[in-house]
């Protein structure tokens, strides 16, 4: 456990120092290349591959008011596949890139940045036709190629703030 814990704060600190950088990451890493997969998956919508990329024993340790826990018959799995899925409804022009990443065996933690159009309701907000950008900091424990776990936190302030504006 305590090692766990030193390697998923040592990934944090690269990331918010800015010591990290594509570059880092090697490109045969298959922990690399699940992060690349989920901003890939992202932008061309395909919503099936991105829920495969997730374990069914996937458990999501980011939650709070703006992304809660899924109700009592929804898996963590089944919740996080469906807040991407409104994600894409109110954003369906979605790009996702990775600004930096980190990578070991067991781990990888990227800078996600999202773009798009707001063209349907999101957050529960109509439509504005405003262009948001916004960021997301992930660490995802990885085993047999599959997301089992994650950590992170995104920028929903600055979405409401977008859509508010």
Wanted: hydrophobic share 45%; proline share 5%; charged share 15%.
């Amino acid at each position: 456990m305590q090692n766990r814990r030193e390697a998923v704060t040592a990934v944090g600190f690269l990331l918010a120092g800015g010591l990290a950088s594509p570059a880092l990451a090697q490109s045969g890493s298959s922990t690399a290349s699940l992060a690349e997969r989920f901003a890939a998956t992202l932008s061309t919508h395909d919503i099936d591959g991105f829920a495969a990329l997730f374990s069914d024993s996937y458990v999501n340790h980011q939650v709070s008011a703006a992304a809660p826990p899924p109700p009592p018959n929804v898996t963590p799995k089944q919740g996080t596949v469906a807040f991407f899925k409104s994600r894409l409804t109110g954003l369906p022009d979605l790009k996702v890139a990775i600004e930096a990443i980190v990578a070991d065996k067991n781990y990888v933690a990227a800078s996600f940045v999202y773009t798009g159009t707001h063209k349907g309701t999101y957050f529960g907000i109509a439509p504005t036709g405003r262009s948001l950008r916004f960021t997301s900091c992930d660490i995802f424990r990885v085993q047999d190629e599959r997301i089992v776990e994650h950590w992170g936190m995104g920028d929903i302030a600055g979405v409401l703030a977008q859509l508010h504006a």
